[in-house]
T-cell receptor, first 113, second 113 residues
Framework: DTAVSQTPKYLVTQMGNDKSIKCEQN?????MYWYKQDSKKFLKIMFS???????INETVPNRFSPKSPDKAHLNLHINSLELGDSAVYFC????????????FGPGTRLLVL | GNSVTQMEGPVTLSEEAFLTINCTYT??????LFWYVQYPGEGLQLLLK?????DKGSNKGFEATYRKETTSFHLEKGSVQVSDSAVYFC????????????FGKGTKLSVKP
């Protein structure tokens, strides 16, 4: 009965590779988000989608491409991985865009070697 | 711009000690304010929130009051337990921001038995 789930939980890969992280929510929410938490634990929003439509696109390299096949899923694809991409990536969802409570997934720990 | 400033950690306390983690914010308009908690190896969980001035959010013995005059939302607990050891994040959500939660840098709390 996990509300927001992410796969994989851990991802270790080489520089230059392409990888994807998947996120699914079973809360019936309309809006989903991706956040990045760096090595100093600082959290910053990357993207948000409302019902498959891109709403927020912060200053993120275009190697990062979110894809939302339906409103319950928001995947993050990263091309040409770099060392600086190593971080924990959190997916979140909320009932509506701007809705106050966001529910977070467990995070995906990405390590680029 | 909009920002959140939290006291630097780590904070180390003995069990049953009183906890205060300071949080101040800068925002246009009147944001909603949140405390999220991240237990070791886990994702973020909403701890409490307040949506307008003088509101008090409370949960699991933690409290925080939205103080507009001091632009603060300090987290307090009267008697901490070892199980409270975690990283605590203060965050704000500006109305009309389309869900862009802005986080502080987090404060790590360690409670010793």
């Amino acid at each position: 009965d996990t509300a927001v789930s992410q796969t994989p939980k851990y991802l270790v890969t080489q520089m230059g590779n392409d990888k994807s992280i998947k996120c699914e929510q079973n809360l019936g929410h309309d809006t989903m988000y991706w956040y990045k938490q760096d090595s100093k634990k600082f959290l910053k929003i990357m993207f948000s989608y409302n019902n498959k439509e891109l709403i927020i696109n912060e200053t993120v390299p275009n190697r990062f491409s979110p894809k939302s096949p339906d409103k319950a899923h928001l995947n993050l694809h990263i091309n040409s991985l770099e060392l600086g991409d190593s971080a924990v990536y959190f997916c979140a969802s909320s009932q509506f865009t701007g809705e106050e409570t966001q529910y977070f997934g467990p995070g995906t720990r990405l390590l680029v070697l | 711009g909009n920002s959140v400033t939290q006291m630097e950690g780590p904070v180390t306390l003995s069990e049953e000690a009183f906890l205060t983690i300071n949080c101040t914010y800068t925002a246009t308009g009147y944001p909603s304010l949140f405390w999220y908690v991240q237990y070791p190896g886990e994702g973020l969980q909403l701890l409490l929130k307040a949506t307008k001035a003088d509101d008090k959010g409370s949960n699991k013995g933690f409290e925080a009051t939205y103080r507009k005059e001091t632009t603060s939302f300090h987290l307090e607990k009267g008697s901490v337990q070892v199980s409270d050891s975690a990283v605590y994040f203060c965050a704000l959500l500006r109305r009309g921001s389309q869900g862009n939660l802005i986080f502080g840098k987090g404060t790590k709390l360690s409670v010793k038995p």
